[in-house]
């Protein structure tokens, strides 16, 4: 998700950081309080950029440790399977949009941990929507792809080309979406189980279209924990983001934290959703 506005998400960001310091003072008085369950995390790029959604190497290193110590980390296929036998302390790591750093930085860290992972991949990665990815980072080739495919990760589908799906037609949907599967897994020769809406924006046409390529889960970006009973097409997932120190990663991943960075998402998705309208309307006048 993002917001046009720069200097309402300024002031969203110190509101945000300010609810995370807080959270994490009061998690130090109440331990207990700081067990959160089961979740999905959901990670862009490993980097040394300053792109907000880039999690620098050293800091993804310190994530990576804590949660070895402190969760129990599965596949994703795993943790949303309901056949498993879930502990109520399990956590899946994915990325967006698939790009080169996914495999240049995350793979060798992932690998010497032991850890599992998945990746949503734009299906045209020569011509995606840069605009509506709000940058120009390289992305992953497909014999990288494969290559992290043969390493046992997860390869999940995240659209053609990344393009703004509230806005598409049902035809333009297809293509996007159905289209866009059934090409990238006959460049890929695997089957693609798993979609990640773009921007975390779904809608019911959205979903529909995605249940008609096929897939068999579908995750949002919401930012919740992990329920019992979830619909398989709203599995929610937190959002990683630049500018997190370990006490505020560690408060963001806590019951409270959780709640919080859902109801981030949510103002952001009001947002998002008034400008379209406006927007709508303007071109319609």
């Known amino acids: 998700m993002k917001t046009t506005n720069p200097q309402k998400r300024s002031i969203m960001e110190q509101v945000y950081k300010l609810g995370l310091s807080s959270i994490s003072r009061l998690n130090s008085f109440l331990p207990e ?29 310190k994530q990576m440790e804590y949660l070895k110590k402190s969760k129990n980390i599965v596949k994703l296929s795993e943790i949303i399977s309901p056949d498993s036998k ?12 698939g790009y080169e750093s996914v495999c240049q930085n995350a793979l060798p860290i992932l690998r010497k941990l032991k850890i599992p992972a998945t990746v949503f991949v734009l299906g045209d990665n020569v011509n995606p929507d840069r605009k509506e990815m709000s940058e120009n980072k390289k992305l992953l080739s497909i014999q990288q792809i494969k290559e992290l495919h043969q390493v046992g990760w997860e ?21 996007e979406i159905i289209n866009g599967k059934k090409e990238f897994e006959e460049k890929l020769g695997i089957s693609l189980r798993y979609f990640a809406y ?3 924006i779904y809608t019911d046409k959205i979903i529909r279209t995605v ?75």
């Open 211 to 285: 249940k008609k390529a096929g897939f068999k889960a579908a995750f949002t970006v919401d930012g919740e924990a992990l329920k019992k009973t979830i619909d398989p097409y709203r599995i929610p997932r937190t959002v990683l983001d630049r500018n997190r120190d370990m006490q505020q990663f560690k408060a963001l991943l806590s019951p409270l934290g959780l709640w919080l960075g859902s109801k981030r998402i949510s103002v952001l998705k009001l947002e998002e959703h008034l400008n379209y309208r406006i927007h709508k309307l303007t071109v319609n006048l």
């Open 155 to 175: 390869i999940g589908f995240h659209s053609k080309t990344h393009a703004y799906t509230r806005a598409l037609d049902k035809n333009r949907l297809r293509k």
């Open 33 to 61: 309080a700081a067990n959160s369950g089961s979740y999905i995390l959901c990670y862009h790029a490993i980097d040394n950029d300053n792109w907000s959604f880039t999690i620098t190497p050293n800091d993804f290193v």
């Open 198 to 200: 773009p921007r975390g």
């Open 86 to 97: 879930k502990d109520n302390n399990q956590v899946a790591i994915t990325f967006d949009d």
